[in-house]
C-alpha cells in the first residue's frame, strides 16, 4: 500500500529556485514521485509513496521555517500514481495569472462539518464549482455552478460575466482547497462580502463526512485520474463520449497528436482503440492498444498534466 498527498502553503519564499533545488534533491535522495511547484508564493504539490517515505517528507517539509501547520490531504493507492519527479518553480503555485493575489484576504473557511451544515440548512446561498470543466463534469456537488473553463486563469473573466447579487452567500469549493484560497480574493474585491471556502476541498471533505450531497467522483491530477468521493453514491454522472453510456473514466486520446482527455468507458475504449475518433483511430501516431492495461490502473495513460509527455513522447517516435 502507498500513500498519495496532496497539500499547499502559501509562504513566502525569497529565493525560489535555491529552495527548489534543495527540495528536488531531498525528494529524489528520498525517492518519492510526484509533482511539486514551487514559487515566491510557497509551495503546491501532490506525490506519492510508501507510507514511510510519506512520513519522512512531511516531516522534511513541516520543519522548514514558515511551512509548519500544513493541512496534507492523504489517500491510500495500491501503486504510485506519478511515472516520476517533477519539482519546477512557476510564478504562481497555482496560475490565475493575477498579481498580488493575497489569501489572507480570501473567504471564510468552513470546515467540512460546517460545509455540510450549510448545505442542509434552508439558508439562501449559491454554490461554486472553482475547478474545470472537465473536473466537475464528473462530479460536483449538488446544485453547484459548474463553469464552463478549461483553464483555473479564465475564471477572473468568468467573474466579471457572474451575475449573482452581490449580498449573497456564497460558497466555494475545489479539489484541495488552493485554488479557493485566490479565487475566493477575487470575488471578495469584486464586491461579494458573504464568502466562503470549503477548507481542505472535496478531498477532505470526502474523508470527513462521507462526502454527502457530492455527485460522481472527484478528479484528481496524477494517473489514478478519478477517486471516489462519496462511498454510498458512486454512479457515474457522465457518459462515455463513444457509447453515451454513464460513465466516469477518463483516459488520453490514443493518437499522441491528439491526446484529448476524455470521458470513456471500456467498451468504448475498445471500440475505439482508445482513440476519440474514427480520424484518430486512422493516424500513424496511434499508440498500441492494450485492453488488458487500459484501465487498470490508469497509469498506462499519460497524464495529461505532464505537459512535456507529448512532446516527449512524439520525440521517441521519430
Ligand atoms: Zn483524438
Given at each position: 500500500?502507498?500513500?498519495?498527498?496532496?497539500?499547499?502553503?502559501f509562504?513566502?519564499?525569497?529565493?525560489?529556485e535555491?529552495?527548489?533545488?534543495?527540495?528536488?534533491?531531498?525528494?529524489?535522495?528520498?525517492?518519492?514521485?510526484?509533482?511539486?511547484?514551487?514559487?515566491?508564493?510557497?509551495?503546491?504539490?501532490?506525490l506519492?509513496?510508501?507510507?514511510?517515505?510519506?512520513?519522512?517528507?512531511?516531516?522534511?517539509?513541516?520543519?522548514?521555517?514558515?511551512?509548519?501547520?500544513?493541512?496534507?490531504?492523504?489517500?491510500?493507492?495500491?501503486?504510485?500514481?506519478?511515472?516520476?519527479?517533477?519539482?519546477?518553480?512557476?510564478?504562481?503555485?497555482?496560475?490565475?495569472?493575477?498579481?498580488?493575489?493575497?489569501?489572507?484576504?480570501?473567504?471564510?473557511?468552513?470546515?467540512?462539518?460546517?460545509?455540510?451544515?450549510?448545505?442542509?440548512?434552508?439558508?439562501?446561498?449559491?454554490?461554486?464549482?472553482?475547478?474545470?470543466?472537465?473536473?466537475?463534469?464528473?462530479?460536483?456537488?449538488?446544485?453547484?455552478?459548474?463553469?464552463?473553463?478549461?483553464?483555473?486563469?479564465e475564471?477572473?473573466?468568468?467573474?466579471?460575466?457572474?451575475?449573482?447579487?452581490?449580498?449573497?452567500?456564497?460558497?466555494?469549493?475545489?479539489?484541495?482547497?488552493?485554488?479557493?484560497?485566490?479565487?475566493?480574493?477575487?470575488?471578495k474585491?469584486?464586491?461579494?462580502d458573504?464568502?466562503?471556502?470549503?477548507?481542505?476541498?472535496?478531498?477532505?471533505?470526502?474523508?470527513?463526512?462521507?462526502?454527502?450531497?457530492?455527485?460522481?467522483?472527484?478528479?484528481?491530477?496524477?494517473?489514478?485520474?478519478?477517486?471516489?468521493?462519496?462511498?454510498?453514491?458512486?454512479?457515474?454522472?457522465?457518459?462515455?463520449?463513444?457509447?453515451?453510456?454513464?460513465?466516469?473514466?477518463?483516459?488520453?486520446?490514443?493518437?499522441?497528436?491528439?491526446?484529448?482527455?476524455?470521458?470513456?468507458?471500456?467498451?468504448?475504449?475498445?471500440?475505439?482503440?482508445?482513440?476519440?475518433?474514427?480520424?484518430?483511430?486512422?493516424?500513424?501516431?496511434?499508440?498500441?492498444?492494450?485492453?488488458?492495461?487500459?484501465?487498470?490502473?490508469?497509469?498506462?495513460?499519460?497524464?495529461?498534466?505532464?505537459?512535456?509527455?507529448?512532446?516527449?513522447?512524439?520525440?521517441?517516435?521519430?
Open positions: 500500500m502507498y500513500e498519495v498527498i496532496l497539500y499547499y502553503k509562504n513566502k519564499i525569497d529565493d525560489p535555491t529552495f527548489c533545488e534543495e527540495h528536488k534533491s531531498f525528494c529524489k535522495d528520498l525517492g518519492v514521485k510526484g509533482r511539486i511547484y514551487i514559487s515566491e508564493e510557497g509551495i503546491n504539490g501532490t506519492g509513496g510508501t507510507p514511510e517515505q510519506v512520513a519522512t517528507y512531511k516531516e522534511h517539509l513541516t520543519s522548514l521555517p514558515g511551512f509548519d501547520n500544513i493541512d496534507f490531504k492523504t489517500d491510500e493507492s495500491d501503486y504510485i500514481p506519478f511515472a516520476k519527479l517533477i519539482c519546477k518553480t512557476r510564478d504562481e503555485i497555482v496560475a490565475l495569472h493575477k498579481e498580488d493575489v493575497d489569501p489572507a484576504r480570501g473567504g471564510k473557511y468552513l470546515e467540512p462539518h460546517e460545509w455540510r451544515e450549510v448545505l442542509e440548512s434552508d439558508e439562501d446561498y449559491v454554490l461554486i464549482d472553482v475547478r474545470n470543466d472537465y473536473e466537475s463534469k464528473i462530479g460536483h456537488f449538488e446544485g453547484a455552478i459548474t463553469p464552463n473553463v478549461e483553464n483555473f486563469y475564471f477572473p473573466e468568468w467573474v466579471d460575466n457572474l451575475e449573482i447579487d452581490k449580498d449573497k452567500k456564497v460558497l466555494m469549493y475545489c479539489t484541495g482547497g488552493i485554488r479557493c484560497e485566490k479565487f475566493s480574493v477575487l470575488m474585491e469584486k464586491g461579494w458573504d464568502v466562503n471556502q470549503l477548507h481542505g476541498g472535496i478531498l477532505r471533505y470526502g474523508k470527513e463526512e462521507g462526502g454527502v450531497h457530492f455527485k460522481g467522483k472527484c478528479f484528481v491530477f496524477d494517473d489514478r485520474l478519478v477517486v471516489p468521493v462519496n462511498e454510498k453514491d458512486m454512479e457515474p454522472i457522465a457518459e462515455c463520449e463513444i457509447t453515451g453510456k454513464p460513465a466516469d473514466t477518463y483516459i488520453n486520446c490514443a493518437n499522441m497528436q491528439c491526446n484529448k482527455l476524455f470521458v470513456c468507458s471500456e467498451e468504448g475504449a475498445r471500440k475505439m482503440e482508445g482513440c476519440c475518433s474514427e480520424e484518430c483511430r486512422q493516424s500513424e501516431y496511434k499508440r498500441p492498444f492494450d485492453p488488458e492495461n487500459a484501465f487498470r490502473p490508469f497509469r498506462k495513460w499519460y497524464n495529461y498534466f505532464d505537459e512535456d509527455f507529448k512532446e516527449r513522447e512524439l520525440e521517441e517516435k521519430k
